[in-house]
């Protein structure tokens, strides 16, 4: 059964109240009971208390001061992850198209989508409508391919049950969308299903396997298999596989059927790599006309957003990069870490040698393509040779037997049976070879969730040299393993030694405060990018040189310069020679450094890893240095200004294969993702406050509405804040507060395609800044109004019944009021005589929660001094899609259903002053009579003279807003009576029991 909601229409009472039609039932079946009954959201606070579980070297975890109250109950994550357990689809092994697997199932997606050959070739852009992909020789049918694909895609989400399913033209994106339909507010998660032809380079190609083992075969790239817990296959981490999984994280909520406050939409594209050419907006404004259009960065994102001018999602995000959540694109400086070994020329022990590269794993032999992705590898390998022939036999094997047992102190050795040895150590004459392999390859952007190779290896050099009596005043060896020992190494811990904690950077520099962001990050030894080891030692010239890949996500080039000057100042502090570090910057943030949804991810991220260790035992291991953080290259967030950021795939800790030959992902992993994406959906599906809000656009006279566009303003989660302490019980009277918000919302400087620095978020409406300028000639010769349905979330307290719930939701308790509050000033909004209330307020009750009901009003707030309240009719459209005039002149509408013209009744006014903002007033806010809502009687007996004794019955009264009045009333009665008694407006029956006993008592 899909799972439907109906919208409520509103009947008129009074000028300035409504009510609702009868109720006819609170909840429509589920698909799925629900196991646990909501009453009221459990809050889940991410703040930390004082005594917070610490890190491992003994401090107390960071806490970003920008937090989020999770909705999510834990027994709710319970419910999704069963639920994604039995989606999941696990076979030990299979190959795709066999028929050992459930298609309709995680892993079953996950083969059959890689079995299509989905590499974006590029091509021409095209010049009109419908915009079709190139089909050539050279893209190898690159129209015919995607086709395939997305076809394959529309019939496993129909296959899958999703209620909504839209594709718009057949090689473009396709949607799938849960929740009730008439939410206002929509979340979206949009990824790509391609990959690009770096993964299938002729070099590439021959490196790529086929489910046998074999080398060359045709094909072999889009021909997946399941072998050893891995799933191998072209865009199985980048990004067909976590695509799909984001389809089956919201099947999973389908399932679930728990509450949702917004729509949940998944947008599958099919282009982020080697796009075909975005059409012009010259062009692309012959078919729709959108103000101040302007193209996306990337094709998906153009033919979503301009294209097809699809509703912008309240808040998004894309599974393409890592976990726990991306915010951002960094800087970057590559300087050399480096110090002359030519004084230990004629010493035992120096160094002949130093290579670095990935690290061996026994029994998997295409480990080693990781090297030739998308991003270099850190150094998960290190070979270091010695010269040690002026060294004793015994001095050898005390270098030896101290360098292992440091490794063995460490767990690293001994070697588990039938793997690699992290640590080897061999003497072959008089040369001495130590060889380290981590055993997980270690990307470059992510150098604390990592083990460095080249680290461990200096640590072990420190540890052996000192054993046979060397210190770093003897040998410059000594001096260099204990520098990189020392700052990368301390204690024995790397994680946020990655972050520059042991250079000598300010606390309060080492995360962004607001959501704790590295600001630097370190990744020593990067730049691997073969399988061959690169070669960090020059014997002949005693040149010891590393390349240090740095990445910034700061805000202001002087901070970071504060940053550097410290980092350069540490490293010649323990002898070694650093190129210039400059002040890199954060290169763009998709959202703001403040914003609440990273707060929300990187909560949800939390709460899913760490409700469940045992499961999630790997990330959760490293949850001490888990953090939101910036990447090294573009994703398709960049197009949705503040509203959406990177959410996966690769979860902290596991190794990213991205546009290599044999490109594949854990199945263990892929499970994992898809719940952790699932609790971030359902988490971003629920109001943060009490009020959502859909923006539209309205045919007002003298007002410009072009501007009410929710990629041109500056609209997320947490927009819509709680204003009930606003509201006073002398503004209330005898009403009952609801729900009461306030709200302001800037506008962008232009539509939100582009990910701005911090900086530009800074400066505001100022030249540079992300918002419109307050120069700007049209702001200055119009008046902009943002038209709107504003949304009220109602939810049933404990203390009311099931038949007072049904009556309080069918306006038996009163009229639900509007009002608005300016200064002190109550101000109703009242529909005009004549006029019908139902073109201004709306309601509508969800099948997934029947213990709330939504309670909407239409606003217009024009950016303009406030003059007092305004009601009007106008024609308005929430779908913002239109055709252009002269297309239509010649050309049929291809989505008549679409840009539906609708008559509605708005309450407008000026929110006080011009300032290319759109602000409420002091309070927006929805009240109801403060009825009795419950009863409850109790009664006293009191011995007179006698058999006669005193009774006294009190009937204690719950309102709607849960306070509690008592009706009281005395009688004189006889030991053991039995009777009805009349107590203000209640009948009430007791019986007693000799002169102070009450033996029975209800309201009759």
Same mark, same amino acid.
């Given at each position: ?101 459930? &298609? ?133 981490? =980048? =990004? ?420 290599? *030959? ?92 582009? *990910? ?45 019944? =099931? ?90 509408? &291809? ?110």
């Amino acid at each position: 059964m899909t799972h439907r909601t109906r919208q409520r229409r509103v009947r008129r009472r009074s000028s300035d109240v409504f009510g609702f039609d009868h109720f006819r039932e609170i909840a429509e079946m589920r698909k799925k009971p629900l196991a646990l009954t909501l009453a009221m959201s459990l809050l889940l606070s991410m703040g930390v208390p004082a005594n917070a579980s610490a890190t491992s070297s003994g401090k107390e975890r960071f806490q970003p001061s920008v937090t989020y109250d999770l909705s999510v109950t834990d027994a709710e994550r319970d419910a999704i992850h069963a639920e994604v357990e039995a989606l999941a689809g696990r076979v030990n092994s299979a190959r795709a198209g066999d028929g050992s697997y459930d &298609p309709l199932t995680l892993i079953g997606a996950m083969l059959d989508g890689s079995s299509y050959d989905s590499i974006s070739r590029g091509g021409t852009a095209a010049t009109a409508y419908p915009f079709p992909v190139s089909n050539t020789e050279a893209n190898q049918n690159e129209y015919d391919r995607k086709v395939a694909k997305l076809a394959w895609v529309v019939k496993l989400a129909t296959d899958l049950g999703f209620p909504v399913v839209v594709q718009r033209q057949p090689d473009k994106y396709v949607y799938a969308e849960i929740g009730d339909p008439d939410a206002p507010e929509m979340v979206m998660a949009l990824s790509h299903l391609d990959s690009p032809t770096a993964s299938v380079s002729p070099a590439q190609l021959a490196r790529w396997r086929d489910a046998d083992g074999n080398l060359g075969t045709p094909g072999a790239y889009h021909s997946p298999y399941i072998q050893d817990g891995w799933v191998y296959g072209a865009g199985m981490q =980048d =990004d067909s596989g976590p695509t799909l999984a984001t389809l089956l994280a919201a099947k999973a909520l389908l399932e679930a059927g728990l509450p949702l406050d917004r729509r949940i939409r998944i947008v599958m594209g099919i282009y982020e790599d080697g796009g075909p050419g975005t059409p012009s907006t010259t062009n692309t404004a012959t078919f729709q006309s959108i103000p101040y259009n302007s193209n996306p960065t990337f094709y998906d994102n153009w033919a979503y957003k301009n294209l097809n001018r699809e509703e912008i999602p309240i808040a998004a995000y894309t599974s393409d990069s890592r976990f726990p959540v991306i915010v951002g694109n960094s800087g970057a400086v590559t300087p050399s870490v480096a110090m002359s070994l030519s004084a230990d020329s004629s010493k035992a022990f120096r160094l002949t040698g130093a290579t670095a590269g990935v690290t061996l794993r026994e029994c998997d032999p295409t480990l080693k393509d990781i090297a030739y992705g998308s991003t270099t590898q850190v150094a998960s390998r290190a070979i270091f040779t010695l010269d040690v022939a002026g060294a004793s036999s015994a001095q050898r094997k005390r270098f030896v037997s101290a360098i292992t047992g440091a490794a063995k102190t460490k767990g690293w050795l001994p070697a588990a049976r039938h793997t690699t040895p992290k640590v080897q150590t061999t003497i072959t004459g008089d040369s001495l070879t130590l060889e380290v392999n981590t055993d997980v390859a270690m990307e470059m952007p992510t150098p604390q969730y990592g083990r460095n190779a080249v680290v461990w290896g200096m640590f072990l050099l420190s540890q052996g040299l000192g054993t046979v009596g060397i210190t770093a005043a003897d040998m410059q060896l000594k001096k260099a393993a204990d520098g990189i020992a020392d700052l990368f190494f301390r204690d024995g811990v790397e994680g946020e030694a990655y972050i520059g904690k042991y250079m000598g950077i300010p606390a309060n520099l080492l995360r962004n405060p607001s959501n704790g962001t590295p600001n630097l990050t370190f990744a020593l030894m990067g730049g691997i990018n073969s399988e061959t080891p690169t070669s960090f030692y020059t014997d002949a010239t005693g040149s010891l040189s590393m390349p240090m890949f740095v990445r910034s996500m700061h805000v202001t080039a002087a901070d970071s310069g504060q940053a550097t000057a410290a980092v350069t100042a540490a490293f010649q502090a323990k002898g070694f020679t650093i190129g210039d570090l400059g002040s890199p910057i954060g290169a763009g943030l998709y959202v703001d450094h403040d914003n609440p949804l990273t707060a929300l991810q990187f909560g949800s991220y939390r709460a899913s890893v760490e409700g469940n260790p045992k499961e999630f035992a790997d990330p959760n291991s490293l949850k001490d240095v888990v953090y939101p953080q910036g990447t090294t290259g573009g994703t398709l967030a960049s197009s949705y200004r503040n509203k959406m950021t990177a959410f996966g795939a690769v979860i902290p800790g596991n190794e990213r294969w991205w546009h290599t *030959a044999n490109e594949r992902m854990k199945v263990d992993s892929a499970v994992q993702m898809t719940k952790i994406m699932a609790d971030g959906m359902l988490e971003m599906a629920r109001y943060s406050g009490p009020a959502g809000a859909k923006f539209m656009s309205a045919n007002i006279p003298g007002l410009n509405a072009d501007r009410s566009d929710l990629d041109l303003l500056d609209v997320t989660i947490g927009t819509f804040k709680d204003a009930s302490a606003a509201v006073g019980t002398s503004q209330l009277g005898s009403q009952a507060l609801l729900g009461a918000t306030k709200f302001n919302v800037p506008m962008w400087n232009a539509r939100g395609n582009s *990910a701005p620095t911090a900086s530009a978020f800074a400066l505001g409406h100022a030249p540079g800044g992300v918002y419109l300028p307050l120069t700007d000639t049209e702001y200055l010769n119009s008046t902009y109004v943002a038209p709107m349905r504003l949304e009220f979330k109602v939810e049933r307290p404990g203390y009311m019944s =099931d038949p007072a719930w049904a009556k309080f939701v069918a306006g038996g308790y009163g009229d639900f009021q509007f009002n608005i509050l300016v200064g002190d000033t109550v101000v109703p909004l009242a529909v005009p005589a004549g006029q019908s209330a139902d073109k201004y307020f709306s309601s509508r009750t969800s099948a997934n929660n029947p213990d709330a009901i939504y309670l909407s009003v239409n606003l217009a707030i024009t950016d303009a001094p406030y003059t007092g309240v305004q009601p009007i009719l106008a024609d308005s459209k929430t779908d913002l899609y239109t055709v252009n005039p002269t297309y239509l002149a010649s050309n049929p509408d &291809p989505f008549p259903g679409r840009g539906a013209i609708q008559q509605r009744g708005f309450f407008q006014f000026g929110d006080g002053q011009k300032n290319a903002e759109f602000s409420s007033p002091d309070a927006v806010y929805v009240t109801v009579a403060n009825a009795v809502v419950g009863a409850k009687p109790s009664a006293v007996v009191k011995k007179l003279t006698g058999n006669t004794n005193a009774l006294t019955i009190t009937v204690k009264q719950t309102h709607v807003d849960g306070s509690e009045t008592p009706v009281t009333a005395s009688f004189t009665i006889k030991n053991n009576a039995a009777g009805t008694y009349t107590v203000g407006d209640y009948q009430v029956y007791v019986e007693t029991k000799g002169n102070t006993q009450v033996r029975s008592i209800h309201l009759v």
